[in-house]
C-alpha cells in the first residue's frame, strides 16, 4: 500500500462563465455510467433568491449583472492542496480575470487523488506489547538477533533494524527533499509510552531526531517486557507506568489528540500484533470507539498491518486479525503480514481507496447569506482512466457580490469512504464584482 496510493486530493476544475441571458453548459462528467452533467436549459443556483434570503436581496443585497458567455476553464493538478483559494475580479491580477459588473456562474470539478504525497502528516501508531519482542528468555539468543515475538530483529546488510524501524523508513523513502510532510509517532502497550511518542514535526526533523543511528532502534524496535525477568534482553523498555499488554484505545485517543488541529490531509499507519487486552472493562469496545472517534477527523487515511510471525511458531491469531479489520472499518485497510520484512513491503504497495458514491454532499457559503445553501453533486465515481481516482462535479451557481466589496464564497465538498472516514475539498473564492 504505497503511501502516494493512501492520500486524497481533490483536484479542483472551475468553469467560470460571463452570463447574460443565453443559457449555458457545466463541464462532462468524467466518469462512464455517471449522473449527466447539467443541462443547457437548468437554472444555476443563486443563493440570494432562496426563500430565506429574501430580506436580504430585497433590502439590497448582491444581485449579479449581465454579461455574455464566456468560459475560462481552469485544471488544477493533484499535487495541490485540498483546500484552494482562487480570486475572481476585474483586476490584472486576479486569478481569473472578468468583465465589470458580469454576470459570473461557477462549477467546481474535482477528484479525490491517490498520487499526492505532499502537504500531508503521518502518524505511526506503533504497538510495544510485549509480544512485538521476544515470549521467552533465551540465553543464547540475547544478542538482537533472536525473537520469538512478533516483531523478530533483523540485520540490513551488517545494520540491526527490525519490522517497525524497516517499515517506518520505507514510507519516509517516498518523500522527496522539498515535500510539505510531517512525521509524529504514537507508542502504547497498556498505556501511551510517553518516553518513545512524539508530537508531528517537519520530516526532516523527524528523521535527524528519532531515526538517528543512536536512537532509532530504541525508537521502533523496544517492547515492554512481560515481566521483569526480561531486563536484560535487548530494545526492553522498563516503565513503572506501562505494563506489556496492548491497549487500542489509549493509542487512538493520542492519535486524535495529536491530528485534531491538523489542517490538510492526515495518513495513521497502526502496526500491531494482537488483540487489546487493556483499556477499560471492554478492551476490545473502547478500541472501536476510539477509533470511531478517530475517524471522525477530516481528509485522515487510517492504515493497519497485522504484525505476525510464522517464523517464531506461534499459532496464527484469526480472531484478532478479524477484531483489527472491524475496528479500522474496512477490510482493504488492513494487511496481515507473516515477517518483518514483509512488513516494510506491505507498506509500499499500493491499494485503492474506496468510496460509498452516494455518501457525497456539497455546500455553498457566502456572506452576508444565510450560512450554507446545499449544492447539488451532479456525479461522483471511479475515474474511467484512473480507478484509484474518484471524480465528483457540483452544480452551476452564481457567484454575488456589490460594487467593489470583496465577497467569499466557499464551497465544501464532503464523500465517505467505506471504512467511514470523511475526506474534504474546500474551495474559497473571492469575488469583486467591479473596481
Given at each position: 500500500?504505497?503511501?502516494?496510493?493512501?492520500?486524497?486530493?481533490?483536484?479542483?476544475?472551475?468553469?467560470?462563465?460571463?452570463?447574460?441571458?443565453?443559457?449555458?453548459?457545466?463541464?462532462?462528467?468524467?466518469?462512464?455510467?455517471?449522473?449527466?452533467?447539467?443541462?443547457?436549459?437548468?437554472?444555476?443556483?443563486?443563493?440570494?433568491?432562496?426563500?430565506?434570503?429574501?430580506?436580504?436581496?430585497?433590502?439590497?443585497?448582491?444581485?449579479?449583472?449581465?454579461?455574455?458567455?464566456v468560459?475560462?476553464?481552469?485544471?488544477?493538478?493533484?499535487?495541490?492542496?485540498?483546500?484552494?483559494?482562487?480570486?475572481?475580479?476585474?483586476?490584472e491580477?486576479?486569478?481569473?480575470?472578468?468583465?465589470?459588473?458580469?454576470?459570473?456562474?461557477?462549477?467546481?470539478?474535482?477528484?479525490?487523488?491517490?498520487?499526492?504525497?505532499?502537504?500531508?502528516?503521518?502518524?505511526?501508531?506503533?504497538?510495544?506489547?510485549?509480544?512485538?519482542?521476544?515470549?521467552?528468555?533465551?540465553?543464547?539468543?540475547?544478542?538482537?538477533?533472536?525473537?520469538?515475538?512478533?516483531?523478530?530483529?533483523?540485520?540490513?546488510?551488517?545494520?540491526?533494524?527490525?519490522?517497525?524501524?524497516?517499515?517506518?523508513?520505507?514510507i519516509?523513502?517516498?518523500?522527496?527533499?522539498?515535500?510539505?510532510?510531517?512525521?509524529?509517532?504514537?507508542?502504547?502497550?497498556?498505556?501511551?509510552?510517553?518516553?518513545?511518542?512524539?508530537a508531528?514535526?517537519?520530516?526532516?526533523?523527524?528523521?535527524?531526531?528519532?531515526?538517528?543511528?543512536?536512537?532509532?532502534?530504541?525508537?521502533?524496535?523496544?517492547?515492554?517486557?512481560?515481566?521483569?525477568?526480561?531486563?536484560?534482553?535487548?530494545?526492553?523498555?522498563?516503565?513503572?507506568?506501562?505494563?506489556?499488554?496492548?491497549?487500542?484505545?489509549?493509542?487512538?485517543?493520542?492519535?486524535?489528540?495529536?491530528?485534531?488541529?491538523?489542517k490538510?490531509?492526515?495518513?495513521?499507519?497502526?502496526?500491531?500484533?494482537?488483540?487489546?487486552?487493556?483499556?477499560?472493562?471492554?478492551?476490545v469496545?473502547?478500541?472501536?470507539?476510539?477509533?470511531?472517534?478517530?475517524?471522525?477527523?477530516?481528509?485522515?487515511?487510517?492504515?493497519?498491518?497485522?504484525?505476525?510471525?510464522?517464523?517464531?511458531?506461534?499459532?496464527?491469531?484469526?480472531?484478532?486479525?478479524?477484531?483489527?479489520?472491524?475496528?479500522?472499518?474496512?477490510?482493504e485497510?488492513?494487511?496481515?503480514?507473516?515477517s518483518?520484512?514483509?512488513?516494510?513491503?506491505?507498506?509500499?504497495?499500493?491499494?485503492?481507496?474506496?468510496?460509498d458514491?452516494?455518501q457525497?454532499?456539497?455546500?455553498?457559503?457566502?456572506?452576508?447569506?444565510?450560512?450554507?445553501?446545499?449544492?447539488?453533486?451532479?456525479?461522483?465515481?471511479?475515474?474511467a482512466?484512473n480507478?484509484?481516482?474518484?471524480?465528483?462535479?457540483?452544480?452551476?451557481?452564481?457567484?454575488?457580490?456589490?460594487?467593489?466589496?470583496?465577497?467569499?464564497?466557499?464551497?465544501?465538498?464532503?464523500?465517505?469512504?467505506?471504512?467511514?472516514?470523511?475526506?474534504?475539498?474546500?474551495?474559497?473564492?473571492?469575488?469583486?464584482?467591479?473596481?
Open positions: 500500500m504505497k503511501l502516494i496510493g493512501l492520500i486524497p486530493l481533490l483536484a479542483l476544475t472551475l468553469l467560470i462563465a460571463h452570463c447574460g441571458g443565453s443559457k449555458f453548459k457545466a463541464g462532462s462528467a468524467s466518469a462512464t455510467g455517471s449522473p449527466p452533467s447539467l443541462a443547457f436549459d437548468e437554472t444555476p443556483l443563486d443563493i440570494s433568491k432562496l426563500p430565506n434570503n429574501l430580506d436580504t436581496r430585497d433590502s439590497g443585497g448582491p444581485i449579479p449583472g449581465t454579461s455574455t458567455l468560459e475560462s476553464p481552469s485544471d488544477l493538478s493533484c499535487e495541490m492542496s485540498s483546500e484552494k483559494t482562487i480570486r475572481v475580479s476585474p483586476e491580477n486576479a486569478d481569473i480575470k472578468v468583465q465589470n459588473d458580469a454576470r459570473v456562474v461557477m462549477n467546481v470539478k474535482g477528484r479525490f487523488c491517490p498520487t499526492v504525497s505532499d502537504n500531508l502528516t503521518v502518524l505511526f501508531i506503533i504497538d510495544f506489547s510485549g509480544s512485538m519482542g521476544p515470549n521467552t528468555p533465551d540465553p543464547g539468543s540475547m544478542s538482537f538477533q533472536p525473537a520469538t515475538g512478533n516483531d523478530p530483529r533483523t540485520m540490513v546488510g551488517n545494520v540491526k533494524s527490525c519490522g517497525r524501524l524497516q517499515a517506518v523508513e520505507a519516509l523513502a517516498k518523500f522527496k527533499a522539498g515535500d510539505k510532510v510531517n512525521v509524529g509517532t504514537v507508542t502504547f502497550a497498556s498505556n501511551i509510552v510517553r518516553s518513545h511518542t512524539t508531528p514535526v517537519d520530516a526532516e526533523t523527524f528523521k535527524s531526531t528519532r531515526l538517528d543511528e543512536a536512537s532509532k532502534l530504541s525508537n521502533f524496535c523496544s517492547y515492554i517486557p512481560p515481566d521483569p525477568s526480561y531486563a536484560n534482553q535487548e530494545m526492553a523498555v522498563n516503565n513503572a507506568n506501562v505494563s506489556g499488554s496492548t491497549n487500542y484505545a489509549a493509542a487512538f485517543d493520542q492519535a486524535y489528540d495529536f491530528l485534531r488541529n491538523v490538510g490531509r492526515k495518513a495513521v499507519y497502526f502496526i500491531t500484533d494482537g488483540r487489546p487486552t487493556a483499556g477499560g472493562g471492554d478492551p469496545a473502547a478500541g472501536r470507539n476510539a477509533a470511531a472517534k478517530l475517524k471522525t477527523i477530516e481528509n485522515l487515511f487510517f492504515n493497519a498491518f497485522f504484525l505476525q510471525n510464522k517464523q517464531s511458531g506461534l499459532q496464527e491469531d484469526k480472531q484478532g486479525f478479524d477484531n483489527l479489520v472491524q475496528t479500522i472499518g474496512a477490510p485497510r488492513v494487511v496481515r503480514v507473516d518483518a520484512a514483509q512488513l516494510a513491503v506491505e507498506v509500499g504497495k499500493d491499494q485503492a481507496v474506496s468510496f458514491p452516494t457525497i454532499s456539497a455546500t455553498l457559503t457566502v456572506e452576508p447569506y444565510e450560512p450554507e445553501a446545499d449544492l447539488k453533486v451532479l456525479s461522483f465515481a471511479q475515474d482512466a480507478p484509484k481516482a474518484w471524480v465528483f462535479e457540483t452544480q452551476t451557481f452564481v457567484l454575488l457580490g456589490k460594487g467593489d466589496d470583496v465577497y467569499p464564497h466557499v464551497v465544501k465538498v464532503a464523500a465517505k469512504a467505506k471504512d467511514g472516514t470523511m475526506h474534504t475539498s474546500l474551495v474559497r473564492i473571492l469575488y469583486q464584482k467591479s473596481l
